[in-house]
């Protein structure tokens, strides 16, 4: 076999592995620029060069995915492999342009018209989707949740309840679950809305005397999805047809999805009997985007207004930008600036002007991994990572510990589950309340302000 054939054909069954453990997105932003660069054969054991486009890109894949792609090779090559990983890019770069081709090609299905007025009538997004999603820590949980209901809706968990800030991804997430149902199986009746419409549609049906034709049309629901829920708190008629509504759907097997701005045991004028089914399902909040969330993000909103951007400028717009929304925002602008100036290249000298940032304003913050912020806590109270990570109740360990909660959640925006997880398998709870007490302990003592901005020193500089 020729050697460039033997190396394409090895990256490429490699890449079809891994594409059905990560999501598309994850796909498309870290590893389709790869590619291997060299195969050196030492008895039974094979060294694999992998060649990534930047450092960006070489880094995260080496800390994130290089299990993955080592598993992946032993597997294919039945021989024990070794990978290394540099920075070249691949030398038949065919696309250079600034406008580029869409990232996500519709299949035949999603063309089709039938389709397309179902998903409207579901009042779907077609752009909402699992593919266009980006995962990290800050929603994995989230994620993960969202397509194992899409997957076995009525049965995995019921409701589904998803909450945290703006932007964050909630409307995209729950839309991605009603079209991935509906691309499934055409014939399921999905239906999305916001608090406000179930709202405004139970009292148009109150004051027409058509309340029958509003139970038609949400109680034989096989999906419903409501979109920032917390609306109906306080208004009785509402809540009490939503409460209906809910226990019909649920006893015929279908799914129910909830969105809101906070958890249900924070929405108040909420009535009980709806807190305590809401708390029977699955409740999973969403952090803010970490730094490399927001690349991957910039990435695929680029890709879906056609635009070319290259890897340090990403960076750069994730590290200055710290939501979706504001991303979206900015490439709008950024692709009339293109259009209006018909500039032949995207240099980080046009991202600066227009971000209006000066130069030494403009970020770039480290990237920090939990181990770092452990082992910096642990330092601080001189004490041993097993006694933070452990049972202990002792004040000198149980202090530190939710002070390591508090850091974990606040500044490197984990999601409580996953603050639970790396905190010994500790109840999302606990860590709730570990960030509340320090956040008021905060407020009131000195002593652990500086404790705390000793660590942040020590971790950030
Ligand atoms: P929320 O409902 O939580 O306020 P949205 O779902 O409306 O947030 O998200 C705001 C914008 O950011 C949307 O355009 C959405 O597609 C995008 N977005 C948010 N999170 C992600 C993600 N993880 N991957 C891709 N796009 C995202
Ligand atoms: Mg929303």
Redesign the pocket.
Known sequence: MEEKYQKDQLWQDCLNNIKVSVSS?IFTTWFSQTHISKIDKRNDRIVVEIGCPSSFVKNTIENRYFGLIQDTLNKITGKSCDILFEIKAKKDKSNQNLISTPLFQQNKEEKDINFIEEIKKSRLRP??TFE????SSS?QMAWAASEAVSKNIGNAYNPLFLW??????????MNAIGYSVKKNDINKKVYLCTGEDFTNDIIEGIRNKTTQKFRDKYRKLDVLLI?DIQFIAGKDAVQEEFFHTFNAIVSSGGQIVL?SDKPPSEISKLEERLRSRFEAGLIVD?AP?DFE?RC??TQ??AKEKNLNLDMGVIQMIAGNLDS??KI?GFLIRLRSAIEINKYSEITEEIIEQLLGKRKDEIQNKKRVSSEEVIEAVCNQYSIKKKQILGNSRVKSFALPRQILMYLLRTELNLPLQEVGRIIGGRDHTTVMHAVEKITKLASESVDIREDISGIKKAVWG
């Open positions: 997105a752009f909402y266009n999603f980006a995962v929603n945290g800030g703006v932007g964050v991804g909630k409307t995209h997430l979109d969105t969403i985007p969330l991957a993000i695929i909103k979706a929304r979206e």
